[in-house]
T-cell receptor, first 110, second 116 residues
Framework: KQEVTQIPAALSVPEGENLVLNCSFT??????LQWFRQDPGKGLTSLLLIQSSQREQTSGRLNASLDKSSGRSTLYIAASQPGDSATYLCTQGGSEKLVFGKGTKLTVNP | DTEVTQTPKHLVMGMTNKKSLKCEQH?????MYWYKQKAKKPPELMFVYSYEKLSINESVPSRFSPECPNSSLLNLHLHALQPEDSALYLC???????????????FGPGTRLTVL
């Protein structure tokens, strides 16, 4: 059974700090890994998608890596801002559908 | 147009009502999804349509009935719901094929459903 685990469940940091969110998955037959952000009561916004053949993707202050051998992905956020406060979800694609982690709730304090 | 739209944004209904949620995308995506999300939980997959055909049904109760009239539209018909069905209902789409097989998934803003 596919499982996705995100650590930590919650994180509070001061503005300007660089931070790392972790995601681990159990299914080695991974097709892709996608990182989303969700603001309270809103839909999910796609941040980065890493295909199984890739090792990392970058968008602005965000960098996501994928290590299939260890079953891990990390989302690196540089120079965090209060506007980055949200819940971050990672999903593993495999066997036709996505499996979601429970998310990391990030709070960036001014 | 790079977005998935959902209507209504909010819906309050009684247990005997019949209502429908609507989802639309004009990105040419051929897979569309319904998810249910309870507070502080990740989205739970309900249905997947691929090329307008029901591809995945996650054993959802029959009081939820999906419909895909064409490649751009996805409906979720609701009938005789229970208070525990109150949740955020999210629609998503992906280009070409199923998101789980490598295609990026895009989500709508959701419909907040309250069942009294």
């Amino acid at each position: 059974k596919q499982e996705v685990t995100q650590i930590p469940a919650a994180l509070s940091v001061p503005e300007g700090e660089n931070l790392v969110l972790n995601c681990s998955f159990t299914d080695s037959a991974i097709y892709n890994l996608q990182w989303f952000r969700q603001d309270p009561g809103k839909g999910l916004t796609s941040l980065l998608l890493i295909q199984s053949s890739q090792r990392e993707q970058t968008s602005g202050r965000l960098n996501a890596s994928l290590d299939k051998s260890s079953g891990r992905s990390t989302l690196y956020i540089a120079a965090s801002q209060p506007g980055d406060s949200a819940t971050y979800l990672c999903t593993q694609g495999g066997s036709e559908k996505l499996v979601f982690g429970k998310g990391t709730k990030l709070t960036v304090n001014p | 147009d790079t977005e998935v739209t959902q209507t209504p944004k909010h819906l309050v209904m009684g247990m005997t009502n019949k209502k429908s949620l609507k989802c639309e995308q004009h990105m040419g995506h051929r897979a569309m999804y319904w998810y249910k999300q309870k507070a502080k939980k990740p989205p739970e997959l309900m249905f997947v349509y691929s090329y307008e055909k029901l591809s995945i049904n996650e054993s959802v109760p029959s009081r939820f009935s999906p419909e895909c009239p064409n490649s751009s539209l996805l409906n979720l018909h609701l009938h005789a719901l229970q208070p525990e069905d109150s949740a955020l209902y999210l629609c998503a789409s992906s280009r070409g094929g199923l998101a789980g097989l490598g295609n990026e998934q895009f989500f709508g803003p959701g419909t907040r459903l309250t069942v009294l």
